[in-house]
Each structure stands twice: as structure tokens, then as C-alpha cells.
């Protein structure tokens, strides 16, 4: 039987993994009897952690939250992962950057030394979005708690009052964004979360309805298409080293030919737009296809022959 020290430590792991334990199963994962499952139990019990009781056949153990924050254990891969996500918060668009700093130092000191050189090894730099694009953490809670409740939800916005039933919180391109079905133009709307004032009280209670994949409608707004993919695809081959073109494709697919040529396919809302992406590289263009791709970049060329004449 292991120590008593070691055996809390697995016994609050093992709490902390899933809602609800029954006591056998506790005491067969940790070898020993429930009677000494009980008495480990008191013992989290009188360290402050919240461990309530199961009533049933089985009887069994749940890790409820408390009034305080007790301590936590983390593993290593989770101790990583909780440094790394703080120093990436930056990015959220939140307005927690300096929250998350102070937790970032908080958890940094409480680390084995083992776990602290391998976080100082990775240092992150986050580019975070203008101050004026992030949305309050309180706009968001708000958001989120009406989202959970699934009632109407009235916000200041441009200048005009909303009403909508909100659905899903998500970020997109470093800002957070509502996407809700709006009543008075009964449709699915996105607004941007940090321009949103929302009102009190909340409206009333509403049946959620099926929007399907969120990620394929949220891309498709943001397209500009009604489809999640691109209405419009090709493909070039570009006289310059794929490793240099790369960078600069964010949807769209880059094949290193040789050392000094690639083919790229991607994707726009028009025939012209993706022949202006393709032109956006300083190297010469062969296209591969489909003829509407060849079409758009003879309209281009003279359509860009007449300006320089002009």
C-alpha cells in the first residue's frame, strides 16, 4: 500500500478526472479497502476540499467546488499546458492579458524546478489584437450565462437596440464574436461581442434551434459565400521556393516542385479576387486550371494595362 501522502495525491487525481466516482471503484484503482477510501476522503475533507458524499446502492464520491479555491494538482503535461495557454491568453481578445500574466507567476512559482526549465525553454510570443478590439470580460460572462440560460438577450449595437436568441461564443481571426438568431430579421446574425452592451434584464426563455456545423457557417460568413467552401478554386504553379510562398497561404494548399518552384491551390469568393491572390507574389504564374482561373487574369491584366496608361 503506498504512503498516505502519495495515496491522497492519487485519490484527489482521480476525483478531479470525472464528476462522480463510486467508492469501489476508488478502492480498486488505488488497491486498497473502502474503508481506508473513507478515511482519505475526511482527510481531503479537513484540507478544504469540497468532497461530497453519493447516496445509492454503490454510495461514491463527487469533487464539488467550494467557496475557496483549494490547492489543485496538475501533472506535468497539465502544469504545461496551463503555462503555455496563460502566455497565449494575449491573444484571446478577452481584456485579461494582465490576469493572466499574474496567474502565469503564480503557477511558475508552485512548479518543480523540472517543469519550470521546461516552460523558461518555451517562450511565446503573442501578438494580440489593438486594445479597441477586445471584447470586456464582463460582455462575455454575460454572453456566455444567456447562451446557457437560452434567453433573448437585447444589446445596444451600432447605434440600435437588438434582440436575439444567442447560440454560440467563438473566436475567429483573434476576436470573439456572437453568433445568435436575430429576431426582428429572423435570420442567423454574427456580432462582433466587443462592440455589444448588452441589457438588463435578459428576455425570456427560448427553444434553441439547429444551426448544424457552426464552424462551416461562421467560415462561410466570413467568406463572403453561402457555402463553407469557397465558391471559387485553383490552381498555379509559381516560379518561387515553396518555402517562401507558404508563410503567405493561410486556406490554401503549397507543394514544393523543385527548389525554385511550387504549386499552389487556394480559394475565393471570385474568379478575379483568387487571380489578385495569385498575383500577390512577385514571381511568374503558370495556371494550372480551371479556365475561368486563365479567364480572370487576361480581365486582370487588362484591366491593370488601362490604369498604367491612364
Do not use: N
Not at 142 to 153: D, Q, Y
Amino acid at each position: 500500500m503506498p504512503k498516505t501522502s502519495g495515496r491522497l495525491l492519487s485519490l484527489l487525481s482521480l476525483l478531479q478526472s470525472r464528476r462522480d466516482w463510486p467508492g469501489a471503484l476508488l478502492a480498486e484503482r488505488l488497491e486498497i479497502s473502502p474503508r481506508t477510501v473513507r478515511r482519505d476522503v475526511d482527510r481531503l475533507r479537513e484540507l478544504g476540499y469540497p468532497i461530497a458524499a453519493i447516496k445509492g446502492p454503490d454510495g461514491g464520491y463527487r469533487l464539488d467546488a467550494g467557496t475557496e479555491l483549494p490547492p489543485l494538482l496538475f501533472d506535468d503535461d497539465q502544469a504545461v499546458a496551463l503555462a503555455v495557454a496563460l502566455q497565449l491568453a494575449v491573444t484571446t481578445g478577452a481584456g485579461i492579458e494582465e490576469a493572466a500574466a499574474r496567474a502565469l507567476t503564480t503557477v511558475r512559482q508552485v512548479m518543480p524546478s523540472r517543469l519550470r526549465h521546461r516552460i523558461s525553454t518555451l517562450q511565446v510570443t503573442a501578438v494580440a489584437r489593438p486594445s479597441s478590439a477586445q471584447a470586456s470580460p464582463a460582455v462575455l460572462l454575460a454572453l456566455s450565462t444567456a447562451i446557457h440560460a437560452a434567453e433573448v438577450l437585447r444589446f445596444d449595437y451600432a447605434s440600435a437596440v437588438r434582440r436575439a436568441e444567442p447560440h454560440h461564443l467563438i473566436t475567429w481571426g483573434g476576436r470573439w464574436y456572437l453568433v445568435a438568431w436575430d429576431l426582428d430579421r429572423e435570420d442567423w446574425r454574427t456580432f462582433r461581442a466587443d462592440r455589444i452592451t448588452p441589457r438588463t434584464p435578459t428576455g425570456p426563455r427560448f427553444k434553441p434551434r439547429e444551426l448544424g456545423d457552426v464552424g462551416a457557417f461562421v467560415t462561410s460568413r466570413f467568406r463572403g459565400s453561402s457555402t463553407p467552401e469557397w465558391p471559387c478554386q485553383g490552381e498555379v504553379i509559381l516560379a518561387a521556393p515553396a518555402a517562401e510562398v507558404a508563410p503567405y497561404v493561410h486556406e490554401g494548399l503549397v507543394e514544393a516542385l523543385d527548389a525554385s518552384h511550387c504549386r499552389v491551390a487556394m480559394g475565393a469568393w471570385s474568379w478575379p479576387a483568387l487571380a489578385a491572390s495569385f498575383g500577390r507574389f512577385d514571381a511568374d504564374i503558370e495556371v494550372v486550371g480551371p479556365p475561368e482561373l486563365k479567364e480572370a487574369f487576361a480581365e486582370l491584366a487588362t484591366r491593370y494595362a488601362a490604369a498604367a496608361a491612364r
